[in-house]
């Protein structure tokens, strides 16, 4: 048999016809102007791997602080740029052959992951609070990440005064699968956003110049729960997909509620089975939970927020959950509307347990970074109370809740990262006895943090657990309301205790220090506490920001 006629069995067989000779090959369509603040962002950091493989080694750490700080300003132009541009809301479209959503909740939530990025970026580049090492500055992390703690070739990588500058690269990259994340409009773009995003976290929680082991440790039972909650997703996409025949959203959402037009023959038996739409949907979820860090997807946090380099800490704590969220909402409003009831129940039971949970294991913490992390377990389920409201105002103070916590957590762990003894960050809560006598200012500051984490009013907490009760109110979630209402009083509980720790204790002899920083993690600091006060006194502009931001596009 000739190849010709082989190739032609082939084709046939296979249920594909050969094209004509006259038929061209039709090239996708790409909005290039639509994914700008992406496309820069993911070209910077590639720029940056080059930097590292050609710019002398005196040399990089600024020109990567440089780029790194120039990629996300500009990209935040970019979003405001197409936000002006009615991209938020008249022009809000599918991009990218349907694998992207250019809309008021995708612009939102980009331009707060790049604000919170560009600010976490700066306690990145903070090389002043640790001592000088063979006459180097240096920074939180690693001289050599690739040599065994402890050993010879860390030892002259610290004489040499290496620094680990890859960090910056790294972080554009992660910022990169965040701002896609939210934005995804077909699963499997949103599985490689969750992915592109996930893989340097793992990197950077590895990588302190301290605690080296408890570092690595960190990121080792990151990456592990990381690949089961991917796995999770993965089969998720896998039996939605056998549901709807499709990964697009549009797609999938018109199989579930029924709306679709033509059937496809070979679909026929499956889309009558709602066992693979609820299997798949809940796996999904799950996928999506462990990054919110939801109970009881949550046992990662307290270990990786303890052990990774504060500056990741802080933000990863921010923008991952400001990613991780605009992707649930999506899933949620856009893919799901038609299964409101039937998982109803089960969001109502996650996040009652994240709530109540979060507040509870906190009291018993004794280091503020893990105090910290199930403090962000807390805000997890409160926002949660936002994400089942089922409601345009529960996008909206949801969208408000994420932007206002994002700063707070960003900078009190820059705070964290000033409090210091010889062995490094003093993070045990005994240590910080008595800081508010030491250093009046810096324990003034956290308590502003700790305030609003609290939800005091006057303070941007308030305002977004107002928002975000409110709308579960409205949305017919009353009782939620009353668990988070109690939680936040447990929660208070241990917010105030630091407070009268740090204000009301004699300082002990022996106690750390308060390093003091460059303008950089200042400025962190500064733009930290005054977002957290603009936006608990007048922030009525940013709740109708986030309002008219709140609609998807479908």
Same mark, same amino acid.
Request: aromatic residues 10%; neutral net charge; proline residues 5%.
């Given at each position: 048999?000739?190849?010709?006629?082989?190739?032609?069995?082939?084709?046939?067989?296979?249920?594909?016809?050969?094209?004509?000779?006259?038929?061209?090959?039709?090239?996708?369509?790409?909005?290039?102007?639509?994914?700008?603040?992406?496309?820069?962002?993911?070209?910077?950091?590639?720029? &940056?791997?080059?930097?590292?493989?050609?710019?002398?080694?005196?040399?990089?750490?600024?020109?990567?602080?440089?780029?790194?700080?120039?990629?996300?300003?500009?990209?935040?132009?970019?979003?405001?740029?197409?936000?002006?541009?009615?991209?938020?809301?008249?022009?809000?479209?599918?991009?990218?052959?349907?694998?992207?959503?250019?809309?008021?909740?995708?612009?939102?939530?980009?331009?707060?992951?790049?604000?919170?990025?560009?600010?976490?970026?700066?306690? @990145?580049?903070?090389?002043?609070?640790?001592?000088?090492?063979?006459?180097?500055?240096?920074?939180?992390?690693?001289?050599?990440?690739?040599?065994?703690?402890?050993?010879?070739?860390?030892?002259?990588?610290?004489?040499?005064?290496?620094?680990?500058?890859?960090?910056?690269?790294?972080?554009?990259?992660?910022?990169?699968?965040?701002?896609?994340?939210?934005?995804?409009?077909?699963?499997?773009?949103?599985?490689?956003?969750?992915?592109?995003?996930?893989?340097?976290?793992?990197?950077?929680?590895?990588?302190?110049?301290?605690?080296?082991?408890?570092?690595?440790?960190?990121?080792?039972?990151? @990456?592990?729960?990381?690949?089961?909650?991917?796995? @999770?997703?993965?089969?998720?996409?896998?039996?939605?997909?056998?549901?709807?025949?499709?990964?697009?959203?549009?797609?999938?959402?018109?199989?579930?509620?029924?709306?679709?037009?033509?059937?496809?023959?070979?679909?026929?038996?499956?889309?009558?089975?709602?066992?693979?739409?609820?299997?798949?949907?809940?796996?999904?979820?799950?996928?999506?939970?462990?990054?919110?860090?939801?109970?009881?997807?949550?046992?990662?946090?307290?270990?990786?927020?303890?052990?990774?380099?504060?500056?990741?800490?802080?933000?990863?704590?921010?923008?991952?959950?400001?990613?991780?969220?605009?992707?649930?909402?999506?899933?949620?409003?856009?893919?799901?509307?038609?299964?409101?009831?039937?998982?109803?129940?089960?969001?109502?039971?996650? +996040?009652?347990?994240?709530?109540?949970?979060?507040?509870?294991?906190?009291?018993?913490?004794?280091?503020?970074?893990?105090?910290?992390?199930?403090?962000?377990?807390?805000?997890?389920?409160?926002?949660?109370?936002?994400?089942?409201?089922?409601?345009?105002?529960?996008?909206?103070?949801?969208?408000?809740?994420?932007?206002?916590?994002?700063?707070?957590?960003?900078?009190?762990?820059?705070?964290?990262?000033?409090?210091?003894?010889?062995?490094?960050?003093?993070?045990?809560?005994?240590?910080?006895?008595?800081?508010?006598?030491?250093?009046?200012?810096?324990?003034?500051?956290?308590?502003?943090?700790?305030?609003?984490?609290?939800?005091?009013?006057?303070?941007?907490? @308030?305002?977004?657990?107002?928002?975000?009760?409110?709308?579960? +109110?409205?949305?017919?979630?009353?009782?939620?309301?009353?668990?988070?209402?109690?939680?936040?009083?447990?929660?208070?509980?241990?917010?105030?205790?630091?407070?009268?720790?740090?204000?009301?204790?004699?300082?002990?002899?022996?106690?750390?220090?308060?390093?003091?920083?460059?303008?950089?993690?200042?400025?962190?600091?500064?733009?930290?506490?005054?977002?957290?006060?603009?936006? &608990?006194?007048?922030?009525?502009?940013?709740?109708?920001?986030?309002?008219?931001?709140?609609?998807?596009?479908?």
């Amino acid at each position: 048999m000739s190849a010709t006629a082989v190739h032609s069995l082939w084709t046939t067989v296979g249920g594909v016809t050969s094209a004509a000779p006259d038929e061209k090959f039709t090239a996708p369509v790409i909005e290039y102007t639509q994914l700008t603040p992406v496309l820069i962002v993911i070209g910077v950091a590639v720029i &940056g791997v080059l930097v590292e493989a050609f710019v002398p080694r005196r040399a990089r750490y600024h020109t990567q602080v440089f780029l790194t700080v120039v990629a996300l300003v500009a990209a935040f132009a970019a979003v405001v740029g197409l936000a002006a541009g009615g991209y938020g809301t008249t022009k809000a479209h599918i991009a990218a052959m349907g694998a992207i959503a250019v809309d008021g909740p995708a612009l939102f939530l980009q331009g707060v992951i790049l604000l919170t990025s560009l600010v976490a970026v700066f306690t @990145f580049a903070e090389r002043r609070l640790d001592p000088e090492s063979h006459g180097n500055r240096v920074d939180s992390f690693a001289a050599q990440a690739a040599s065994v703690p402890g050993s010879d070739s860390e030892k002259a990588a610290v004489k040499a005064g290496f620094t680990t500058t890859e960090v910056f690269p790294l972080v554009l990259f992660s910022v990169a699968g965040m701002l896609v994340f939210p934005a995804a409009n077909d699963l499997l773009t949103l599985f490689v956003a969750l992915e592109v995003f996930s893989l340097p976290l793992y990197l950077l929680c590895a990588v302190a110049r301290r605690k080296r082991l408890m570092s690595q440790e960190s990121a080792v039972k990151y @990456f592990l729960l990381g690949a089961f909650s991917s796995a @999770f997703l993965l089969f998720g996409i896998a039996l939605l997909y056998g549901y709807a025949g499709s990964v697009s959203y549009a797609q999938i959402a018109t199989v579930v509620d029924g709306s679709i037009q033509k059937i496809d023959p070979a679909l026929a038996d499956t889309m009558g089975n709602d066992a693979l739409l609820l299997i798949g949907g809940a796996m999904i979820l799950t996928g999506l939970l462990f990054k919110v860090g939801a109970v009881p997807f949550h046992m990662w946090t307290p270990d990786v927020y303890q052990g990774a380099p504060t500056p990741v800490t802080g933000f990863m704590a921010a923008a991952t959950k400001v990613a991780a969220f605009g992707a649930l909402l999506r899933l949620l409003y856009v893919v799901l509307p038609g299964l409101t009831w039937d998982l109803r129940p089960v969001m109502w039971g996650v +996040a009652i347990v994240t709530m109540v949970g979060g507040a509870v294991v906190a009291i018993t913490q004794t280091d503020i970074k893990r105090l910290l992390a199930y403090s962000s377990i807390a805000h997890a389920g409160f926002i949660l109370a936002g994400v089942i409201a089922a409601t345009p105002e529960g996008i909206s103070s949801v969208l408000f809740y994420l932007g206002t916590y994002s700063f707070v957590t960003v900078g009190a762990f820059a705070v964290v990262t000033l409090v210091r003894d010889a062995g490094g960050e003093a993070t045990h809560l005994s240590k910080w006895a008595g800081l508010g006598r030491r250093s009046p200012l810096v324990a003034a500051v956290f308590a502003v943090f700790l305030l609003a984490f609290a939800g005091i009013p006057l303070t941007s907490g @308030f305002s977004g657990k107002f928002a975000v009760f409110k709308a579960a +109110a409205d949305g017919g979630a009353g009782g939620l309301v009353v668990v988070g209402v109690i939680s936040s009083a447990i929660a208070a509980f241990f917010y105030i205790r630091v407070i009268v720790l740090m204000f009301f204790s004699e300082p002990k002899a022996d106690g750390p220090t308060v390093a003091v920083p460059s303008p950089l993690t200042m400025t962190t600091i500064a733009i930290g506490v005054a977002v957290t006060v603009v936006l &608990g006194v007048a922030p009525q502009y940013f709740l109708d920001l986030a309002g008219q931001a709140g609609t998807f596009v479908r």
